[in-house]
C-alpha cells in the first residue's frame, strides 16, 4: 500500500528557510515523477513543484519559481522541498503526491 | 494547465438525499481523474481515483464517473460522516490541479 509521510514544517519568519521532506513505501519511488501540493488557511489545494522519475526536469508553481527547490533521493525513497526566502503567503499544510495525495501534510507557518 | 471547473461550490442536503458533485476539465484527461473528500482539520482522503475505482474501505454509496472532459461524484445516500468538502483533480499532466471545491452542509 503507497505510504507517504511529509515531515519538517514548522515556524518560521519572513525570509528565513525550511526543507520538508517526504518518506515514500510501498510502491516503486525511483520509476514515479513526483510532486508537492499545499493548502492555504481557508483555500483550495495548491500544485507547487513537479519533479521526474529520475529527477532531471523539474517545473515549479511561478509563485514559487527561484525560492523552492525540489529535489529526490531514490536510493533512500524521499522526496524534498527546499524553501527559502519564505513569505507569509507561503504558509500552508504542504503534501507530497506521486499522482494522489496520500499523506498527513506537514504544516508551514511564516510570521511576519 | 488543465483548469478544472467544479459545481457547485457549496449545497445543502439532509440526510439521505441523493448528492451529485460534477467537475469539468479544459481539456480531454481520460480517466485520470480522482475525488477527495476533507474534514476540517483533516488531509484530503482519496475517494475515487481513475475516474470510477474506488479506494479500498470507502463505502458503496460513494461512486464515480466520466470520461474526457465530464465528471461526476454521487453520494447515493448522504450520511451524517458525509459532511465536509470534496475536491475533484486531475493527474493527466505533469502539474496537478484541483476543482475549487464543493462544500457539503445540513440542510
Known amino acids: 500500500q503507497v505510504q507517504l509521510v511529509e515531515s519538517g514544517g514548522g515556524v518560521v519568519q519572513r525570509g528565513g528557510s525550511l526543507r520538508l521532506s517526504c518518506a515514500a513505501s510501498g510502491f516503486a519511488f525511483s520509476t514515479y515523477a513526483m510532486q508537492w501540493v499545499r493548502q492555504g488557511p481557508g483555500k483550495g489545494l495548491q500544485w507547487v513543484a513537479f519533479?521526474?522519475?529520475?529527477?532531471?526536469?523539474?517545473f515549479y508553481e511561478q509563485s514559487v519559481e527561484g525560492r523552492f527547490t525540489i529535489s529526490r533521493d531514490n536510493s533512500r525513497n524521499r522526496l524534498y522541498l527546499q524553501m527559502n526566502s519564505l513569505r507569509p503567503d507561503d504558509t500552508a499544510v504542504y503534501y507530497c503526491?506521486?499522482?494522489?495525495?496520500r499523506g498527513p501534510g506537514t504544516a508551514v507557518t511564516v510570521s511576519s | 494547465a488543465i483548469q478544472m471547473t467544479q459545481s457547485p461550490s457549496s449545497l445543502s442536503a439532509s440526510v439521505g438525499d441523493r448528492v451529485t458533485i460534477t467537475c469539468r476539465a479544459s481539456q480531454g484527461i481520460a480517466s485520470s481523474l480522482a475525488w477527495y473528500q476533507q474534514k476540517p482539520g483533516q488531509a484530503p482522503k482519496v475517494l475515487i481515483s481513475d475516474a470510477s475505482t474506488m479506494e479500498s474501505g470507502v463505502p458503496s454509496r460513494f461512486s464515480g464517473s466520466g470520461y474526457g472532459t465530464d465528471f461526476t461524484l454521487t453520494i447515493s445516500s448522504l450520511q451524517p460522516e458525509d459532511f465536509a468538502t470534496y475536491y475533484c483533480?486531475?493527474?493527466?499532466?505533469?502539474?496537478?490541479?484541483f476543482g475549487g471545491g464543493t462544500k457539503v452542509a445540513i440542510k
Open positions: 519533479i521526474s522519475f529520475e529527477g532531471s526536469n523539474k
Open positions: 483533480q486531475q493527474f493527466d499532466d505533469n502539474v496537478l490541479t
Open positions: 503526491a506521486d499522482h494522489l495525495i
